[in-house]
Nanobody
């Protein structure tokens, strides 16, 4: 199983970045996908999630209206489009795949990609 994030970097406040997560080694279309982030000395937090079929999305209040999550089940990828970035969006962003299997969960994580918003 692999989740490989890309697209992070340094951007000025008000700018945009597009994060991608390429998945392999599992049946991508059966998994809910999410983006989490973790800033220094803070707990990891959920940023956005999308259901396995793509019909349902959920966003943290802090990014609602600025970030958009999407997925392509043919290409096994999930995208996080981030607009109007703020310094407080600076964090390592992680891709997550989750699926309930009977009474337990399959839960996979990528290695993370750094996003820095600074002038």
């Amino acid at each position: 199983v692999q989740l490989v994030e890309s697209g992070g970097g340094l951007v000025q406040p008000g700018g945009s970045l597009r994060l991608s997560c390429a998945a392999s080694g599992f049946t991508f279309s059966r998994y809910d996908m999410s983006w989490y982030r973790q800033a220094p000395e803070k707990e990891r937090e959920l940023v956005a999630s999308i259901s396995s079929g793509g019909g349902g999305t959920n966003y943290a209040d802090s990014v609602e209206g600025r970030f958009t999550i999407s997925r392509d089940n043919d290409k096994n990828t999930v995208i996080l489009q981030m607009n109007s970035l703020k310094p407080e969006d600076t964090a390592v962003y992680y891709c997550n795949a989750r699926r309930r299997v009977y009474i337990t969960w399959n839960d996979y994580w990528g290695q993370g990609t750094q996003v820095t918003v600074s002038s």
